[in-house]
């Protein structure tokens, strides 16, 4: 058993030489011991109260939790803003017990400081590095994900949640393709098997329903031992890029397709000429009138081509005009006539005055209307299995749209040819068209916020439905 005195020596010596301040003060808050790391802290305790010593004040505190402790016994821990011996600022927890007689009175409390101003000032730091990382993360352009092994979503970026939403703790192919299952090839799966940086390319959806071409680069994060515990998966948005790509392809195709087209056109001219000289030569009137008539359809030819090559490759602002749709479908109509004449072409017209207004572009969706009743035209021209052709132009209502059919019975079309007229750079022309035409009018058609449908059987004829609602939409372009 330890000596009495020896027990004593003990205490005292674990009280002096604790690293944290320890002293104990009475109930008029005067300090009656102290430890050495006390000492050292605050300056001498003799004659001094604690209020005096821990914060350099001349009155109690306004909250003083010691005088709480003195009247209700509690063990109470609070942290406090002080100031030490030399005059520095420092913040620290004191933890105050109460010492209490056998007779159940709390004569003195001993309270305890431990000095945190090191540890908050690291803390402070942390929690700012924190927070610019975080602004980084979220402020970067792109989009930035962090998944698990299951493809769950950790983390994401402010961009990102603006345009695929708050998605956090589900699957990342959930959310980008509005898939099942995992997407193959997975970069983040390539990654997680080979701790690399991996890049790939893909298409995503965003929640408004837009189709986003991105570049995604994934990175791995490792844990304190270098195991990868997730995967950073970064992703720029390159849709300017991939239509700008796209725009230059077309652009090429457009060329090719002009030559061809111009090459057509001049031998189709070229015959012409050579049929009106050789019938000027011969005075065989015949012969001139069938060059003649050569010429003719090639320079119109021409004159489509480039029209054709105008609304394509020209950005045209939209002109809208509020018009009466029976004055538009009989000018169009007026227009075509003659056409129909020289093609031996019956051209029936159904036009009702329907009531009401619509606005369109006018210029727009006139050339629309004629570029599709020429190619009714057309595809009589080239029918030789009967010897009558005709087309039907008809004006009607629908609800709020205006409808505009045109029916032909010339070669119609198979399915394959039907799924790809209003295709970019599509012609059933040969090297006499550029494929421009129905491409155009299907785009001047959806920019009206209408459709063109088309019913067509190989070798009986086609139908083209044109519905246009009575209110132009804003912000129309042709490019």
Known sequence: MIPEQVDNWIREEIFDRVPVSICVIDRDFGIVKANEYFRRKFG?????????????????????????????????????????????????????????????????????????????????????????????????????????????????????????????????????????????????????????????????????????????YTAPIRDAAGDIMAVMEMSTDITQIRQLQSQLTSLGLLIGSISHGIKGLLMGLDGGIYAMETGFEKNDQQKIAKGWEMVKRNVGRVRSMVLDILYYAKERASVPETIEAHVLAGEVAEIMRPKATTFNIVFNTDIHDISGDMEVDYKAVRSMLVNIIENAFEACRVDKEKTIHKVDFILRESGNDVVFEIVDDGIGMDRDTRNKIFTLFFSTKGTSGTGLGLFISNKIARDHGGSIEVESTLGKGSKFTIRLPRDMPSAVSYD
């Open 44 to 216: 001498r305790i003799r004659g001094r109260r604690c209020y005096e010593a821990y914060k350099g004040n001349d009155a109690p505190c306004d909250d003083c939790r010691a005088m709480k402790t003195f009247s209700d016994g509690e063990v109470r821990v609070t942290q406090e803003l002080g100031i030490d011996r030399d005059g520095n600022h420092i913040l620290y927890v004191v933890r105050l017990a109460p010492l209490v007689e056998k007779d159940g009175s709390i004569p003195y409390i001993i309270e305890m400081a431990t000095d945190i101003t090191e540890v908050k000032f690291l803390q402070n730091q942390l929690r700012e590095k924190q927070e610019r990382y975080r602004l980084l993360f979220d402020e970067v352009p792109c989009y930035i994900t962090i998944q698990d092994r299951d493809f769950k979503l950790l983390e994401t970026n402010r961009m990102f949640k603006d345009h695929f939403g708050d998605h956090k703790g589900e699957h990342c192919y959930e959310v980008y393709k509005q898939r099942t299952e995992q997407c193959y090839p997975c970069p983040v799966a390539q990654t997680f098997e080979d701790g690399k940086v991996n890049r790939s390319e893909m298409v995503v959806t965003s929640k408004a329903g837009d189709t986003i071409n991105v570049v995604s």
